[in-house]
């Protein structure tokens, strides 16, 4: 089993729609979660940390569910901007050096 | 937020020739940087985390003689691709991290292309 496993994808969704993705993770002792997005080409960028009481940004809502080890990212009203990949990423080991496992990602396109 | 450059962002080379990989954090003390390798259509995998003043912590199946990563100072990690072959053609993705802090900035990634 992955430590993180995401929705294959890809998502092909209009300007305007809402979209959800979801990601589990295997160990339940990890600590920190983060939603990045990756361009193509590109490097990861942060998108926003997920903390248990769910955060918003904007357009963009995370939420976590620990008991279920599992992890949210919405984003409403979608623009072509947001086309990406997008990675859940999470600390499995707090305060070590040896952080940040990468799932394969979520391939996103908004459609004009 | 931190900024983190990687030089050169495109290589192109010969088989059997050596690259050197710069990474550096600009604004911040990176005392752990990490080297990731990503190929198309694959998520980012770490292939080694190091300290600054210390070995390099390789994950398994990476060659240690193979990446030569030196951590000499808080600012700057370089990876040293040697002997390098076309299936070592990939995207690595340098990511630094400051004493303490969670997150982790990523440079802009040097695109490798061998001959």
């Known amino acids: 089993r992955k430590e993180v496993e995401q929705d294959p994808g890809p998502f092909n969704v209009p300007e305007g729609a809402t979209v959800a993705f979801n990601c589990t993770y295997s160990?339940?002792?990890?600590?920190?979660f983060f939603w990045y997005r990756q361009d193509c080409r590109k490097e990861p960028k942060l998108l926003m940390s997920v903390y248990s009481s769910g955060n918003e940004d904007g357009r963009f809502t995370a939420q976590l569910n620990r008991a279920s080890q599992y992890i949210s990212l919405l984003i409403r009203d979608s623009k072509l901007s947001d086309s990406a990949t997008y990675l859940c990423v999470v600390n499995p080991l707090p305060g070590s050096a040896r952080q940040l496992t990468f799932g394969s990602g979520t391939q996103l396109t908004v459609l004009p | 937020g931190a900024v983190v450059s990687q030089h050169p962002s495109r290589v192109i080379c010969k088989s059997g020739t050596s690259v050197k990989i710069e990474c550096r954090s600009l604004?911040?003390?990176?005392?752990?940087m990490f080297w990731y390798r990503q190929f198309p259509k694959q998520s980012l995998m770490l292939m080694a985390t190091?300290?600054?003043?210390?070995?390099?912590?390789?994950e398994q199946g990476v060659e240690k003689d193979k990446f030569l990563i030196n951590h000499a100072s808080l600012t700057l990690s370089t990876l040293t691709v040697t002997s390098a072959h076309p299936e070592d053609s990939s995207f690595y993705i340098c990511?630094?991290?400051?004493?303490?802090?969670?997150?982790?900035?990523f440079g802009p990634g040097t695109r490798l292309t061998v001959l």
């Open positions: 604004d911040f003390q990176a005392t752990t």
């Open positions: 160990n339940s002792a990890s600590q920190s």
């Open positions: 990511s630094a991290r400051g004493r303490w802090a969670d997150t982790q900035y």
């Open positions: 190091s300290n600054e003043g210390s070995k390099a912590t390789y």
